[in-house]
């Protein structure tokens, strides 16, 4: 995946990480406001010159049948 930015990524992230949602249910909104900030400096260290961040992933889906 490929994203514009590292606060495009921390966006993403918030949206659809079911984990990092439920860890952070009911925290204070300075807490919650400092780690997301904490995670797009970290996400960015791994940004390219123009800013974007790849995530090179690969699916692998399978089925079967009985």
């Not at 990524?9 to 984990?19: I, P, W």
């Not at 400092?34 to 089925?63: D, H």
Request: glycine share 10%.
């Amino acid at each position: 995946m490929e994203f514009a930015s590292a606060k495009e990524l921390t966006q993403f992230l918030a949206e659809v990480n079911a984990s990092i949602v439920d860890l952070l249910d009911g925290q204070p909104a300075e807490l919650l406001t400092a780690y997301w900030q904490a995670l797009t400096e970290a996400a960015g260290q791994f940004a390219r010159p123009g800013g974007s961040i790849n995530i090179p992933g690969r699916a692998i889906c399978t089925g079967g049948q009985r």
